[in-house]
């Protein structure tokens, strides 16, 4: 069982940053695909980044791609978002999660483990 754990959320103005962390536990970390969704008050839940287990390969959605870059460190058992530019429109509850398949995964269903999530909050 893996638990995931996020941190780094707050409060933000339009054009700030923010950089998310997510540690894991109970698994070995360099086995999974991790990755990032977010919801917003609302909406569905939305894929935002992933990367492979290697860290050498990551994919993002339009809507955040050139802003936000997903980083790993496997010696840390973490991954990391960081987000830049932001906009009002990014204000949501960012959750991280972990798949054991391969490649990058863009639906929920396709992670196996989620953590609680982190708020961010974008003001304008």
């Known amino acids: 069982q893996v638990q995931l754990v996020e941190s780094g959320g707050g409060l933000v103005q339009a054009g700030g940053s923010l950089r998310l962390s997510c540690a894991a536990s109970?698994?070995?970390?360099?086995?999974?695909?991790m990755g990032w969704f977010r919801q917003a008050p609302g909406k569905e839940r939305e894929f935002v980044a992933a990367?492979?287990?290697?860290?050498?390969?990551?994919r993002y959605a339009d809507s955040v791609k050139d802003r936000f870059a997903i980083s790993r460190d496997n010696a840390k058992n973490t991954v990391y978002l960081r987000m830049n530019s932001l906009k009002p429109e990014d204000t949501a509850v960012y959750y991280c999660v972990a798949s054991q398949r391969w490649g990058t995964p863009v639906t929920i269903g396709e992670y196996d483990y989620r953590g609680q999530g982190t708020q961010v909050t974008v003001s304008s």
């Open positions: 990367i492979i287990r290697s860290g050498g390969n990551a």
């Open positions: 109970g698994g070995t970390f360099s086995r999974y695909t």
